[in-house]
């Protein structure tokens, strides 16, 4: 037992049963819930069958240096003793790798030097399936790989500045359902690629044309020029070779975790970095998906943040990728900065901001770090927070790294200090490269 020693002139009273309205005791213990003093535990999956939420997914909300990726590898860490497997889909500082080695894991490094490979349109474990699945399971599996494609495929090219119409949409899902195959009856599917999908449109045969109602192939190629150039400019442009080839790579599904280290590409900038988070992100979720060998997955997305500001089709993207996933056992963590990283893609009352919007509802549980006030008040508004919880995010919270307001749902915030043991601390050092440099 603590013991507390005060005058009566400094406490007016002291009641010593509070009691907060804790989470279960089941999971991952994070740390303390610093109202009760109590041991505060995460496990969204039981959140959700117990009631708690209606969805395992979660959101990290933090200025830089608050401790929102720490907390992920606290969470995936201990989520480990229950057997959960997790995905860094991305890694962009390389941050995740010094832990992986610490694991006994290799991780996937993409980027120069690298020979990995990762097609953005693999079928992934689709095509071993394949055969053995009734006609109604494939079309309903087809639909919803098609659907991602063609998601991803605007993403791309909206990159480049290239606001995809709906013809275009319907033309690429018309090309990906032909090179897959299934149109001629095949009964496998066949490998798709980023640049057969550009030869397709940049050269269409007659049947392609009549199929999608095209006078003639000159109308066809006038009407898809912007689509087939952007689509061109990926296969040619800073992440050449990386996403438009056959996957090199593959993933050990029974290691405790995976990592995609993406620490190579900075140099490539900003943007190849976004474009190569878009791509990961949705092949992670389908790969993910359709493992179905019963584990709970944790499928981690941290800087999120940076594919979302490519744009509204990106985020789209993003929430494409959480809504299509039927997969029961799957818990999606995304990390941002503020809200307004989905946001800032349109204006107030947009149709940006109604599918901003619609990403938080997917995320049932709300992890949010330390804010400045302006920040705050947006997140207050978004998460409908009350005046105590968004003081807590921009008081309690900013004087200690670590401390997050955990929100699940529209329930009362536990304030919560995640506590990290020392190997921890040492795996994930992210100020490492700082100190390093400090004169001795
Ligand atoms: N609970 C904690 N206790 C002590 N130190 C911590 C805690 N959480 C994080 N740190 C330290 O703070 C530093 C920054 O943490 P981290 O990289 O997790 O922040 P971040 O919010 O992910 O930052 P960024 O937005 O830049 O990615 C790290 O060196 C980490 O070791
Ligand atoms: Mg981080």
Known sequence: MAVYQAATSEIGGLFPLISAA???AIGAR?????LSGGAFYAHPIEWVLRG???NPNMVVFGEPGRGKSSTVVAFLLRMMLFGVKTLISGDVKGEYTPLLRGLGITPITLGSGSPARLNALDLGPLRTRWAGWPLARQREELAGVLGRWVTLLVALAEAQGYRATVTDEAVLSAVLRRLVGVDD???HLLPVTIPHVQRQLADPDDALVAATRFADRRQFLDTLRPITDALGNL???PLAGLFDQETTIALDWDAPAQSMDLSRLRPRGDQAVAVALTCLGSWSSMVTDLQDDGEIRLV???EVWRQMRLGLRAVHAVDSDLRLSRADRKIQVLVMHKPSDPLSVGAAGSQEVAIAKDLLALCSTRILFGQSTRVADDLAEDLALSEREQD???GWAMDRTGRALWKIENTTGHRVQIVLSPT???LFDTNAALRARKPR
């Open 185 to 187: 009856g095949y009964t």
């Open 30 to 34: 994070i740390g303390y819930d610093t």
């Open 22 to 24: 804790g989470t279960p």
């Open 392 to 394: 807590s995010i921009t």
């Open 424 to 426: 921890e601390r040492r």
């Open 300 to 302: 981690v997305r941290d």
């Open 52 to 54: 708690l939420a209606t």
């Open 235 to 237: 296969i040619t442009g």
